[in-house]
């Protein structure tokens, strides 16, 4: 009852209302989860237990309180904000975000925050620092990923407004919550789409930080960052090849920032970025193909960790990429890339030992395919991967056909793990064929 009759009065008092906006909205904020149904928040507290997706199920109690008089009345209050009543609502409103209670308070005060930037623009700029740095140090502690999404999509609505500095700064922020653990890589995430759907043309200032970081980031294991990450580089790249070819530096150098990180996961990302990268840009890589191939080979080094046997797959994309033109502009690169390769080979686990073999077949492989490698390769260097690699890899063959059968397994799975063999038994052939394309190389 109460709450119609404040409708009522916001309804016909127009300007007198500006006086009463801060307790009003503060109380109506709070309300928005306090006149919530009792059974949607018995329903939350008990979402695992009865299997309902959690971030499913907020996402609908707050479509469920977006269309009721609570929020009328907050659009009537928003409507009389001026210069006159900002400096009182303020504090207000970084109260609620900090402290407020309940899932519709705390999304409800982040909208209303967006929606205040969106139709008070003169007024709300001299608060944007404050609502943007409270926006940002609160997000990352709050375990709801739908709340995490509303404060993001606030402090990028408001930074459309901020200094230059304050959206560096914000952009600088994303990408050190990145780099860390936990939540924090998805808060960053979720940050930097937010900031590229609700003011790209600010972002579009700082291309230099953003896109190097969306480029690697969208390789990421988990879906949900790869998702943000992937948008926030189509959204601000109109052709791929032209951009990588624009940023390439500043991407190689975050590339080599992964390859350098002691997370595994941050290896795997760049060593699936090099890859991309090695597709796209093709020929036009081998001016970074050296600094590439020499990170990748001083982390092949060492234990085996689940992912590694990407590294190779990058080293083998670079090879397939720019094989020929290394050949005649800076050979000892092929050189390095088939010594790692070949040290690959000599490791235990036998994935990676594939992994390796396909490498070698894709570094010369191109190389293979252009009849002017035959003259530009110098012999030294094919006598040197001939030793390096002929009996290593006929060595491989031989353990390949020589491995002893599980005497537990069924017959069905005797024919696989033979059938699987013998298609090992085939790449390394194959590799054999293509790293002795040259009549220098000894003979079997």
């Not at 997706?53 to 907050?74: F, I, M, N």
């Not at 740095?133 to 739908?146: H, I, Q």
């Not at 995490?148 to 700064?169: C, E, I, L, Q, W």
Request: charged share 25%.
């Amino acid at each position: 009852m109460s709450l119609r009759q404040l409708m009522k009065v916001a309804k016909v008092s127009g300007s007198a209302l500006r006086p009463h906006i801060p307790d009003l909205v503060d109380a109506l904020l709070e309300a928005l989860s306090s006149l919530e149904s009792q059974q949607l928040s018995y329903l939350q507290l008990h979402a695992e237990r009865l299997q309902v997706d959690t971030e499913k199920l907020e996402k609908a109690r707050v479509a469920a309180s977006s269309g009721g008089s609570l929020h009328d009345t907050l659009d009537l209050c928003l409507r009389q904000v001026d210069d006159s009543v900002m400096a009182e609502l303020v504090p207000r409103l970084v109260s609620i975000v900090k402290s407020g209670v309940g899932l519709n308070t705390r999304v409800g005060v982040a909208k209303f925050i967006s929606q205040l930037a969106m139709q008070n623009l003169l007024a709300i700029k001299p608060y944007s620092g404050t609502l943007i740095k409270t926006l940002l140090s609160t997000a990352p502690s709050d375990k709801s990923n739908v709340v995490r999404m509303a404060y993001y999509g606030a402090a990028a609505t408001v930074a459309k407004f901020a200094s230059d500095a304050r959206v560096v700064n914000m952009i600088e922020n994303a990408m050190e919550m990145y780099g860390k653990d936990n939540d924090y890589p998805l808060c960053g995430a979720i940050l930097l789409r937010e900031r590229s759907r609700n003011a790209s043309d600010a972002l579009g200032k700082n291309l230099t930080l953003v896109l190097p970081l969306a480029f690697v980031a969208k390789n990421n294991d988990d879906k949900e960052i790869a998702s943000a990450m992937k948008e926030v580089w189509e959204d601000n790249t109109s052709s791929e090849s032209s951009f990588l070819q624009l940023y390439a530096p500043e991407i190689v150098a975050y590339i080599c920032k992964g390859l350098d990180s002691s997370v595994w996961g941050k290896k795997k990302e760049a060593a699936d970025a090099i890859a991309h990268l090695a597709k796209v840009l093709k020929e036009d890589l081998v001016k970074y193909a050296g600094t590439l191939t020499e990170k990748l080979q001083a982390d092949l080094v060492g234990r085996i960790w689940d992912g590694k046997d990407k590294l190779l797959v990058a080293l083998g994309e670079i090879g397939l990429a720019c094989g020929s033109a290394l050949v005649s502009q800076d050979s000892d690169v092929i050189v390095k890339m088939t010594t790692a390769a070949l040290s690959a080979m000599e490791r235990k686990k036998l994935d990676f030992q594939l992994a390796a073999v396909n490498c070698i077949q894709s570094i010369y492989s191109s190389a293979e395919a252009k009849a002017d490698v035959h003259d530009a390769m110098p012999s030294s260097i094919v006598s040197q991967i001939a030793e390096l690699g002929v009996v290593k890899l006929a060595e491989f063959y031989y353990v390949i056909l020589e491995m002893p059968k599980d005497g537990d397994d069924d017959e069905a799975e005797m024919k696989r793990k033979q059938a699987r063999k013998e298609s090992i038994a085939v790449s390394v052939v194959q590799a054999l064929l293509v790293s002795t394309f040259d009549k220098s190389c000894p003979s079997l």
